[in-house]
């Protein structure tokens, strides 16, 4: 079952490796930085030290790149983890067309997708 349930979660393409870009994301706790990896049109995994608590909806704020210096907001909630490293995950509420064409940037513009570790093999 196990297997399974990782199979669904693995089904958008993703980043593995954690990005260079710092995010925030806000909850019931406030406003938080973090650093976001494993991110696919699904959702991302935080790595932040703040706790939130499982299923609770939050709003990642990722910075859209360029000169503006703007970002772009995610609605997300809180989903169980495996993971030992501090931080959780994340999963998308549905996208905008905007929202995609950001993700799908910072999947293609990372250099380490599933496509190409699978290439390499």
């Not at 393409?13 to 706790?29: A, K, Q, T, Y």
């Not at 976001?36 to 991302?44: A, R």
């Not at 983890?81 to 549905?94: D, Y």
């Not at 995609?100 to 990372?110: A, K, Q, W, Y």
Request: net charge neutral.
């Amino acid at each position: 079952m196990n297997n399974t349930r990782q199979i669904v979660r693995r089904k958008d393409r993703r980043v593995n490796e954690p990005l260079d870009i710092l995010v925030f994301w806000r909850g019931g706790s406030g406003r938080h930085e973090a650093y976001i990896c494993d991110v696919s049109e699904g959702g991302c995994y935080l790595n932040t030290a703040v706790k939130a608590e499982m299923d609770q909806p939050i709003i990642i704020e990722i910075p859209k790149g360029g000169h503006d210096g703007g970002s772009l907001d995610f609605q997300a909630s809180i989903v169980s983890q495996t993971r030992t490293h501090i931080g959780f995950g994340a999963k998308f509420s549905p996208l905008s067309e905007e929202q995609r064409t950001l993700l799908s940037s910072l999947i293609v513009n990372s250099g380490d997708t599933d496509d190409r570790k699978a290439a390499r093999a």
